[in-house]
T-cell receptor, first 112, second 113 residues
Framework: EAGVAQSPRYKIIEKRQSVAFWCNPI?????LYWYQQILGQGPKLLIQ????????DSQLPKDRFSAERLKGVDSTLKIQPAKLEDSAVYLC??????????FGEGSWLTVV | DAKTTQPTSMDCAEGRAANLPCNHS???????VYWYRQIHSQGPQYIIH???NNETNEMASLIITEDRKSSTLILPHATLRDTAVYYC??????????????FGKGTSLLVTP
């Protein structure tokens, strides 16, 4: 079974530039999550989708972050404009419901 | 969600059992205990979960105290590949819409030769 796919794996941008990350969840998984993990900390939930609807985006900094899952399958997370403190790993995860969440390997962002 | 407390770091000799403790004294009756681990440069990986009873799978065992205020994850024969950050999380499970995990800082386990 294919896992959660993310791209790009690594990205370096200057502050105030924009960046987009793409995620393709495991086939058939209705729930999709985006997490942000800053170095030395545990992952923090940014947004949770159920199919193409948002379940929880309370921790998404909406002035600069946006995410969509238009067809209820793959998803994009965008940051515009980026700040230095956005340097982190952006993890996508998916779940069929129930007790297990499957994570991708993450997209590493460095803002300089 | 109930808050969890874990030691910052632990060491374990290869081949020995690794016992990772977690305190969750404010856990509610409908909250499960989940364990995930994160190997360097990878996404978190599910290990095991439980509600009241002890659980065992091919990766680990989970021992939950009778009052459910603490638990221990046991890796029976630790290998070097078990070196990772281990996260203990308590959360209500919602099978309809899935659930989100709220991660703390976890325990950094170092398995030594």
């Amino acid at each position: 079974e294919a896992g959660v796919a993310q791209s790009p794996r690594y990205k370096i941008i200057e502050k105030r530039q924009s960046v987009a990350f793409w995620c393709n969840p495991i086939s058939g998984h209705a729930t999709l999550y985006w997490y942000q993990q800053i170095l030395g900390q545990g992952p923090k939930l940014l947004i949770q989708f159920q199919n193409n609807g948002v379940v929880d985006d309370s921790q998404l900094p909406k002035d600069r972050f946006s995410a969509e899952r238009l067809k209820g399958v793959d998803s994009t997370l965008k940051i515009q404009p980026a700040k230095l403190e956005d340097s982190a790993v952006y993890l996508c995860a998916s779940s069929p419901g129930g007790n297990t969440i499957y994570f991708g390997e993450g997209s590493w962002l460095t803002v300089v | 969600d109930a808050k969890t407390t874990q030691p910052t770091s632990m060491d374990c000799a290869e081949g020995r059992a690794a016992n990772l403790p977690c305190n969750h004294s404010t856990i509610s009756g409908n909250e499960y205990v989940y364990w995930y681990r994160q190997i360097h440069s990878q996404g978190p990986q599910y290990i095991i979960h439980g509600l009241k009873n002890n659980e065992t799978n091919e990766m680990a065992s989970l021992i939950i105290t009778e009052d459910r205020k603490s638990s221990t994850l046991i890796l029976p024969h630790a290998t070097l590949r078990d070196t990772a950050v281990y996260y203990c999380i308590v959360r209500v499970a919602n099978s309809n819409s899935g659930y989100a995990l709220n991660f703390g800082k976890g325990t950094s386990l170092l398995v030594t030769p």
